[in-house]
């Protein structure tokens, strides 16, 4: 039993990093339509650049800053000279964003002269050791990290005026702008904000096993099943499905077979699709932000 604990466990803090990518891919649905497939290689970049300033002898706290503000950046450019011109037309940005994936993936393997991986002493050293369940310390600390970076976007959503602009300009964007909400700014703050939350991810992926320039792919694919799970522009239903999805791969890592554990995730997404095609919370039909 303790065994399938620490599987289940070990589950949590990589769904906990997988949220972070998910919440930026549910949030730029909720208000333009767009599937963003490239958040994948946004992480992968935050990691990197993490990696690149800490590798100088940039504390890390600070390396990690400026890998979020980088990416901020370079968010802020591929939605003001790219995305900004497919807003009305959906499917061209989700094909963008498909074509930004093997860009973003080889001028990073080409920037770092085709390494295969990269990696970081973890800041938190140490394992708990609770009824038998290990629990590392630094994956303690991840978890509760991108838990509270959660809790702190739900909370902007929920309760601030910038939050109440963002809902209602994904409801209806012509009677936002018609009320005074600069509907477009809020739009490329979302791009700028996902970036951010990404590269965030990225770095704190970094401290748990080595990243390659090719890892976005699979990260984007298991943050896509939390958001359609969740709901496409919920999320909170991202978070519930983040935690979902590890019990089942725990659980089924623990008592079925390991080498099927993220099989048993996407499983439960079909499922989903099947039962509840607008996922756990509303939202999967775009234009909505809950």
Request: net charge positive; hydrophobic share 55%.
């Amino acid at each position: 039993m303790a065994e399938v604990m620490t599987q289940v466990v070990n589950a949590l803090v990589l769904a906990s990093v997988y949220v972070l990518i998910a919440s930026g891919v549910t949030l730029v649905y909720g208000l333009t339509n767009t599937v963003m497939f490239a958040q994948g290689e946004l992480l992968m970049l935050g990691a990197f650049l993490t990696y690149g300033f800490d590798s100088v002898g940039v504390p890390l706290p600070i390396a990690v800053l400026l890998a979020i503000v980088c990416t901020m950046i370079l968010g802020l450019v591929m939605e003001r000279a790219l995305f900004s011109r497919t807003i009305d037309r959906p499917i061209n940005g989700f094909i963008l964003s498909l074509g930004l994936i093997i860009v973003l993936q080889n001028a990073v393997a080409k920037a770092t002269s085709g390494r295969e991986n990269v990696t970081i002493e973890p800041p938190v050293a140490g394992v708990w050791d609770v009824g038998g369940v290990l629990i590392a310390q630094q994956r303690a600390v991840v978890f509760g990290v991108a838990m509270l970076s959660m809790a702190g976007l739900i909370f902007v959503l929920r309760r601030t005026r910038v939050g109440w602009a963002l809902r209602a300009t994904a409801d209806d964007r012509f009677a936002a702008e018609l009320m005074g909400i600069p509907s477009r700014r809020l739009m490329t703050g979302t791009f700028v904000f996902g970036a951010g939350f990404a590269a965030f991810g990225g770095a704190l992926m970094l401290s748990l096993f080595p990243i390659t320039p090719y890892v976005g792919s699979s990260v984007i694919i298991k943050a896509f099943a939390i958001a359609i799970i969740g709901g496409l522009g919920s999320v909170e239903g991202a978070v519930i499905a983040a935690l979902l999805i590890a019990a089942v791969e725990g659980l089924g890592a623990g008592y079925l077979e390991p080498q099927l554990a993220s099989a048993y995730g996407f499983l439960l997404m079909i499922v989903m699709l099947l039962v509840r095609p607008q996922g756990l919370f509303r939202g999967a039909r775009g234009g909505q932000l809950h």
